[in-house]
């Protein structure tokens, strides 16, 4: 078994700062990409930032500058740090992780329960 669980999300003023969090729990191993999406009302969901096992970052231009996504290998867990947040940035936020479950020869995504983040004033 192969758990997410993601902390952190809830209310905070526009210029404000929040920070996710996701640990990966369980027969995972070999862990590969880390990644947080979200998905507004109306919107397709779309990829926010991500982070190899390397350190490589890759951030949508949405949030480019405002946005920093890390990385605990040793906890297996992944953090966004938001930054200077909008109201455009109202969503709900899926923690992604890609790896191996235990026995397993072939790579998996996973994902997060979701969190709430709402900018607002």
């Known amino acids: 078994q192969v758990q997410l669980v993601e902390s952190g999300g809830g209310l905070v003023q526009p210029g404000g700062s929040l920070r996710l969090s996701c640990a990966a729990s369980?027969?995972?191993?070999?862990?590969?990409?880390m990644g947080w999406h979200r998905q507004a009302p109306g919107r397709q969901r779309e990829l926010v930032a991500s982070i190899t096992s390397g350190g490589s970052t890759n951030y949508a231009d949405s949030v480019k500058g405002r946005f920093t996504i890390s990385r605990d290998n040793a906890k297996n867990t992944v953090y966004l740090q938001m930054n200077s947040a909008q109201p455009e940035d109202t969503a709900v936020y899926y923690c992604?992780?890609?790896?191996?479950?235990?026995?397993?020869?072939?790579?998996?995504?996973?994902w997060g329960q979701g969190t709430q983040v709402t900018v607002s004033s």
């Open positions: 992604e992780v890609r790896g191996r479950r235990v026995g397993s020869p072939y790579q998996n995504d996973y």
């Open positions: 369980g027969s995972i191993r070999s862990i590969s990409i």
